[in-house]
């Protein structure tokens, strides 16, 4: 389990507002990309849109899908190009990582929100700054790394709670100017040999599962054969045998026992719906099991026994992250790639870099967020136009959207 779960009492860390780390950090990100994500190259389009925002004073809210750990400095390149300081929201934990991060991320305006809680102190300097147009406001709606760049994941109405909140405050002081939502669309392409580039990979983790390395079988034969043997130790772990049918009813079914077990213990009538999707299910558990960790109430045994609960919900997150038919019959290189990433992180908390990705960002029409909000409709518009434009530019139209169940 990767260092996302922070047992100590949470403290918002907001951004300075000097521009000088941003400008120097903006002059290192290109070399960053490179060596840290094999990002070789990147296009910009659509920044007509953005422009017109900019030239009428608009409070401006960018939303981008998150499918790479390089997405946040993806973004930071636009807003050099386009002349923009930004603010970013970013889960606390990232802070947490070592005194590097801790000290240079408010310094190139990266503030935290916690995850694992109502985040009030986070939730208001967005809403302020953003009311404020004081600079660009970048949220990721997914709230998650997917590494699936053919897939939109839910996304979180705090989003539009946090720009509504923002369109409010402008309207009740007079200013000039609308508050505007801008989704922006991420896609990475593999320029490279794909079999070159992941047959190594796969024979460490062959090798770690005791096989015999296959380098010249297809790259997608392997994945699914190293797929099916871990997903079959995990059930082995939760239910003492590998369990039949497919590999999408496996997942859901080992996600559901570990969830509704955990569901069963911490959550009351009230907060429990397990119709939720999986990271909204899992945020739950998380807000109820953390907080006497961070105080230091309990036990060092019952300490323990939370810490594997909290491994367990992370396994469910995970699992749920990998799209039923995400390969198909012909997988292009990217989904190859991204699925063996996954795999390799699920299985060592790390990822080798592969090169060379060339990445486009495309800037969508601005989206006008009214202050009030119809709540006679069963899903928020906001989140609807936001979701729509998104999958559009990623998938060519909504209606043509990849969709897996």
């Known amino acids: ?3 996302i779960i922070i047992d100590k009492p949470y403290k918002f860390i907001k951004p300075g507002r000097s521009k000088f780390w941003l400008k120097l950090f903006e002059l290192y990100i290109p070399h960053y990309l490179k060596k840290s994500h094999g990002i070789a190259s990147w296009k910009i389009t659509g920044k007509e849109h953005l422009l017109r925002s900019i030239e009428r004073d608009c409070s401006i809210m960018l939303t981008p899908n998150h499918c790479r ?3 946040p400095m993806l973004m930071g390149m636009l ?5 923009q300081s930004s603010y970013i929201m970013a889960s606390w934990h990232l802070f947490m990582q070592g005194d590097f991060y801790a000290k240079i991320l408010p310094k ?14 986070s939730i208001k300097f967005a809403i302020n700054s953003l009311a404020e147009a004081e600079r660009v406001l970048i949220l990721f709606p997914e709230g998650i790394v997917s590494r699936t760049n053919n897939k939109l994941n839910h996304l979180m109405e705090g989003t539009s709670f946090i720009a509504r909140g923002a369109a409010k405050k402008r309207e009740s002081a007079g200013q000039a100017g609308k508050s505007v939502v801008h989704p922006i669309a991420i896609r990475y392409f593999f320029d490279g040999d794909i079999e070159e580039a992941l047959s190594p990979v796969l024979t460490q983790m062959e090798k770690r599962l005791t096989w015999e390395a296959s380098p010249g079988t297809p790259p997608k034969e392997r994945i699914e054969k190293i797929a099916h043997a ?8 939760f239910f003492g045998t590998p369990q039949p049918g497919s590999v999408a009813e496996r997942i859901a079914n080992l996600i559901e026992n570990i969830l509704h077990l955990l569901e069963d213990e911490w959550l009351s009538n009230g907060h429990l719906d397990r119709s939720e999707n999986v990271i909204a299910r899992v945020k739950k558990l998380r807000m109820a099991i953390l907080p006497d960790m961070a105080k230091g109430d309990i036990s060092d045994q019952e300490k323990k026994r939370r810490w594997k609960q909290l491994s367990d919900i992370y396994l469910a997150q995970q699992l749920s992250l990998y799209p039923p038919g995400y390969l198909g019959d012909s997988p292009s290189p990217e989904e190859l790639l991204e699925t063996v990433e ?3 992180e699920d299985l060592t908390d790390k990822v080798t870099v592969h090169a060379p990705l060339r990445a486009t960002i495309e800037i969508g029409e601005a989206i006008e967020v009214n202050p009030q909000r119809d709540k006679s409709l069963k899903t928020d518009p906001l989140m609807d136009e936001i979701e729509n434009s998104i999958s559009a530019m990623l998938f060519g139209s909504v209606k043509n959207k990849r969709v897996f169940t």
């Open 1 to 3: 389990m990767q260092n």
């Open 230 to 237: 871990l997903l079959g130790l995990k059930e082995i772990n």
């Open 79 to 83: 807003c050099k190009e386009m002349r």
């Open 342 to 344: 996954r795999l390799e």
């Open 69 to 71: 750990p390089s997405d």
């Open 108 to 121: 190139v305006g990266v503030f935290s929100v916690y995850r694992e809680g109502v985040d009030r102190d």
